[in-house]
């Protein structure tokens, strides 16, 4: 194997990065070389060049993060790789990245001013599982009383997002742009009027009924209670009753005998 050939180095920087199975600098590259066949920086990013164009098309890419550079899957190969693990990916709560968020836009950050943008406490448990995961650090203490820990991220934070540095952050527009709305109440979402008919007709049908509940036996009461005439002034005097109603009426009373 020429090693001085870019081509031949490029091959050999991919059996590299495909064993190691994490990012590796250039300078961990050059260790890998005796000194007597070690090649230059230029010429490993010339390789590197190489390897990368000979990627187009395939369904792994050459990426550059914070700690090197890493052979990986296409993101849009992901929902069909993911299932080659029986393990679900790990979902976070809200609270955790909002947490990571204000971390990584104003490090370095302390737990009470984190508390003061969100406008609540940070659990415990929150920093315990950003800390384990390696994606924050304590980088000082404010000279505040107390001396609280300032937080920052960490590379192996920028590794996971696939992120070469801080620069790379998308504006905090954009972020707000890509929060989805919230959904409407279901009490005041409109029903389609088809599937609303639907959906009596089979309440209609279902035999036997359900068992009222107390509530909704409270809610007929009301209803009975609200539909009582009160009002009876529409219902013809008896001295207007007509004489063959009268008649009628009279003929259907009860006689004494």
Known sequence: MNLSDPKDLASLLEAFLLAAGKPMSLERMAELFEETERPSSA????????????????????????????????ERFSPWVGRLWEERPQRYSRALLETLVLIAYRQPITRGEIEDVRGVAVNSQIVKTLLEREWIRVVGHRDVPGRPAMFATTRQFLDHFNLKSLDELPPLAVLREMEPEPLPDVEDAPVPEALQARADLEVAEQEPREQTSFRSLLMELDN??????????????ESETPEDESESLAEQAPRDY
């Open 43 to 74: 010429l490993l990013r010339k390789a590197l060049e190489l390897l990368d164009k000979s990627c187009k098309g395939r369904a792994f890419e050459l990426k550059e993060v914070a700690s090197g550079y890493r052979l990986q899957v296409r």
């Open 224 to 237: 009975m209670e609200t539909g009582l005439k009160t009002d009876f002034q529409d219902l013809p005097d």
